[in-house]
Structures are given as C-alpha cells and as structure tokens.
C-alpha cells in the first residue's frame, strides 16, 4: 500500500519569497506522484504531475516539484510566491497500475502575507 | 471537454435528517467515479468508488451510502445524519492517469 507524508500542516511566507512544501511517499512499487491546490471552498485542481522522464516538472504558475526516488520525496517548490498562491496543497499518489485510487496526504496550507 | 457538477453548492441538515448528494459528469462515458469527504483542518478521505453502473466500493464503514443509478450520476445519500458527517464532500472523476474534482458540497449538520 501507498502512503504520503505532508510534514507541514501549514506554511507561513512573505510575499515574493521563496518556498518549499515538503511531500514524502511510501510506496513498495513504482508510483505516480501529484499535487493538487484547493482554494477555499473550491473542489481540488491539478497543479502539476510526475508520470517518468525528468524528474523536475513544471507547471504553468511557476510551481515545480522534483522527485527524488532516493529520498521518496516530491516536494514541491516556488522561487518567488504570490498573495494569490495562498491555498492548501494537496500531495498525491497512485500505482501506476491496477485500479486508479490516489492516495493523498493531509495537506499543507500555504499562507502569504504581504 | 469534461465537466464535474455537484449539488448542492450547500446544505444545512439537522441531525438525524436524510442526506442526498449529486455528482453528475459530462463529456465522458463509463468513468471512474469517486467521493471523498474534506472534514475541518483534515485532508481528503475517500468514501466510495465506483468503476461502472450499480458497482459501489465503500474504503471507510459508516452511516453513509452511494449509489450510481446512470453512467454518470453518481450520488451520495445518508439515512440519518450525525454532527460527525459534517464536512466538504467532493466528487471526482478519473482521466487516464489524473483525477479530476468537481467544486464540492459544504454540508453542516446541526
């Protein structure tokens, strides 16, 4: 079985400062590896995902994540943060077969004050 | 393109009312269809999948129930509620390798 550990239940930065929201997995086989972002009272977006290939991936907002098979970790990374990027942050994984049931972990609230 | 809904955006119950919650997922057909329930200060915790018509898998034991009466409905429905069940339900979908959720139901139980 899968499991997913998101040390830091919430995050504390200044506006354009850089951050680091730590996520580690526990896995006996190979997995894919997410991060979803949910702002309040809203259901739960995709933020960016690792499949294969390079280990550091990208999304369109300035986020990327690398993974590190070494250290089971995914974690997830910002130079330079936004009032708006304050949200929950959601790290995930799934097998990459058999049924298609995503693990997540408890989340990491992501606080940004000016 | 695809799209999850859900309703009701909210809900107020007293304990011991029934419960019934609809997810509805348009652009596809035969998805993996999912409920999670966010409680306060908590992470998601998966409540039920379903991988076809009347085929319900339930992860936690409790007063709730699921069904999926149509290839894209899918709902979520209690007898009696307790102030436990009290939380943000979501409703999701699977897409080749990635889940999709729809924007979810606050539920209050008084």
């Known amino acids: 079985a899968q499991s997913v550990t998101q040390l830091d239940s919430q995050v504390p930065v200044f506006e354009e400062a850089p951050v680091e929201l730590r996520c580690n997995y526990s896995?006996?086989?190979?997995?894919?590896l997410f991060w979803y972002v949910q702002y309040p009272n809203q259901g739960l977006q995709l933020l960016l995902k690792y499949l294969s290939g390079s280990t550091l991936v990208e999304s369109i907002n300035g986020f990327e994540a690398e993974f590190n098979k070494s250290q089971t970790s995914f974690h997830l990374r910002k130079p330079s943060v936004h009032i708006s990027d304050t949200a929950e942050y959601f790290c995930a994984v799934r097998k990459p077969t058999g049924f298609q049931k995503l693990v997540f972990g408890t989340g990491t609230r992501l606080l940004v004050s000016p | 393109s695809q799209t999850i809904h859900q309703w009701p955006a909210t809900l107020v119950q007293p304990v011991g009312s029934p419960l019934s919650l609809e997810c509805t997922v348009e652009g596809t057909s035969n998805p993996n269809l999912y409920w999670y329930r966010q409680a306060a200060g908590r992470g998601l915790q998966l409540l039920f999948y379903?991988?076809?018509?009347?085929?319900i898998s339930s992860e936690v034991p409790q007063n709730l129930s699921a069904s999926r009466p149509q290839d894209r409905q899918f709902i979520l429905s209690s007898k009696k509620l307790l102030l436990s069940d009290s939380g943000f339900y979501l409703c999701?979908?699977?897409?080749?390798?990635?889940?999709?959720f729809g924007p979810g139901t606050r539920l209050t139980v008084t």
């Open positions: 379903s991988v076809g018509i009347g085929q």
């Open positions: 999701a979908w699977m897409a080749g390798v990635e889940q999709y």
């Open positions: 896995s006996s086989v190979s997995v894919y």
